[in-house]
């Protein structure tokens, strides 16, 4: 086989697609986040990033960074091993105490990132637990499928956030077998929010263990950042749920909160956590600041609300089509890959707005996006110049628009 060549066409034919990814580089500047600085060779200097999971700007957040500045002169730079053996450091321990209570859990357990937590919890809980099946919403993120995959489980695949048919798949299975429900809060292409209470109430009939993704709602949702869970008064009811520091906390990593003797199972049994490196401790200590601040702040989240609903509204009154959810995220429909990518590339060369376009295999093809993320940072200006670009450009890649009294 000619290897080189047959990666030259596979990359030729995502191309083609419109499917190829090209990466911005980016230099965020600290303190003024949402702009950064772009080195690319053609278009504005400065450009405004639309599309961060830094949902709440926490990552440019003056004690977020202070936290980090004293962990590193205390601690050095990285955690020196596994936790197993030598990384675990007081700045982990402080800040599993943390997640732990933000969730109303026994213990936490971290990970070095959102995807790993997923793929180790579940693939261990499924891999290990006799007998097991996981029933898995079609749509939870490639994480979660990748754990259930990798356990070799029985599993089963329910229609999205479709309790008549999730309902169906547990009274299919024997009363007495052991079940896990697999979900996610809120959906990140579509922004959609899963009934959590009544799929609560299901695993309760059925004898299942549930488990949740609070990826995209941690930080954001809930009196204190909880989560989904925690502003639908629902946590006690969850088995596990897992959360990212990437995203709202604004720094990096992944963890689970559960009981004591779950955690521990986790802790002592999955290879995603026992052979990985600890995240240095200076991340640690971040997060863990970033976190204390959201339990006590309800500022950036009510800012952040304010600022996706402005969005919302400017992009009808220009009938822009963007998918209408309850969450934070703002799926703009494109519906063509090439024309995706080519309205992306604009905003960027000609407009300084950094929106990466979302195609195939991340959504389905046909569905293509860009996916908006207003922060409590973007200035009522910003949101001035993000609006008008999408107007020109729809205008000039005749895309449809939906009329007002239609949306």
Not at 25 to 38: H, K
Not at 71 to 77: K, M, R, T
Not at 359 to 371: D, I, Q
């Amino acid at each position: 086989m000619n290897y080189p060549k047959y990666f030259r066409e596979q990359l030729e034919q995502l191309r083609e697609e419109g499917n190829y990814r090209v990466f911005a580089d980016l230099e965020r500047q600290c303190g003024a986040f949402p702009s950064a600085f772009s080195h690319a060779e053609t278009g504005p200097e400065k450009v405004t990033v639309w599309c961060s999971n830094d949902y709440l700007g926490m990552g440019q957040n003056p004690n977020v960074l202070a936290a980090m500045h004293r962990a590193i002169d205390n601690c050095g730079a990285g955690a020196g091993g596994t936790r197993n053996i030598s990384g675990t450091t007081h700045e982990h321990v402080l800040l599993e105490r943390e997640l732990a209570d933000l969730h109303g859990k026994e213990a936490a357990l971290l990970f070095t990132s959102g995807y790993v937590s997923n793929w180790a919890a579940l693939g261990t809980l499924a891999s290990r637990i006799p007998g097991i099946t996981v029933l898995s919403d079609e749509l939870n993120h490639a994480s979660m499928i990748e754990g259930i995959r990798h356990s070799r489980c029985q599993k089963r695949i329910w229609k999205h956030n479709d309790l008549e048919d999730l309902e169906k798949q547990l009274l299919d299975l024997p009363a007495n077998a052991p079940k896990l429900i697999a979900f996610e809060s809120v959906y990140s292409m579509d922004g959609d929010i899963a009934p959590i209470a009544e799929i609560c109430d299901l695993a309760d009939r059925y004898g299942a263990m549930t488990y949740l993704d609070e990826v995209h709602a941690v930080g954001l949702y809930g009196p204190r950042g909880g989560g989904i869970a925690e502003r639908e008064g629902l946590m006690e009811r969850l088995t596990v749920i897992e959360g990212t520091l990437g995203k709202a906390f604004g720094v990096v990593g992944g963890y689970i909160a559960a009981s004591y003797d779950l955690v521990d199972f986790i802790r002592s049994f999955a290879s995603g956590f026992i052979f990985t490196t600890a995240l240095p401790p200076a991340v640690a200590a971040g997060a863990a600041a970033s976190i204390c601040h959201l339990k006590q702040s309800d500022k950036e989240r009510y800012l952040h609300q304010q600022r996706v609903r402005e969005v919302r509204d400017r992009l009808d009154a220009l009938g822009i089509p963007h998918t209408k959810n309850p969450s934070h995220i703002i799926p703009v429909m494109v519906g063509d890959p090439v024309k995706c990518r080519f309205i992306s590339d604009v905003l960027m060369r000609d407009y300084g707005i950094y929106i990466q376009p979302i195609n195939y295999p991340t959504v389905p093809k046909g569905t293509e996006r860009l996916r908006i993320t207003p922060s409590p940072v973007h200035s009522p200006e910003d949101v001035d110049r993000l609006v008008s670009a999408l107007g020109d450009l729809w205008t000039q890649c005749q895309l449809a628009r939906k009329p007002i009294a239609a949306q």
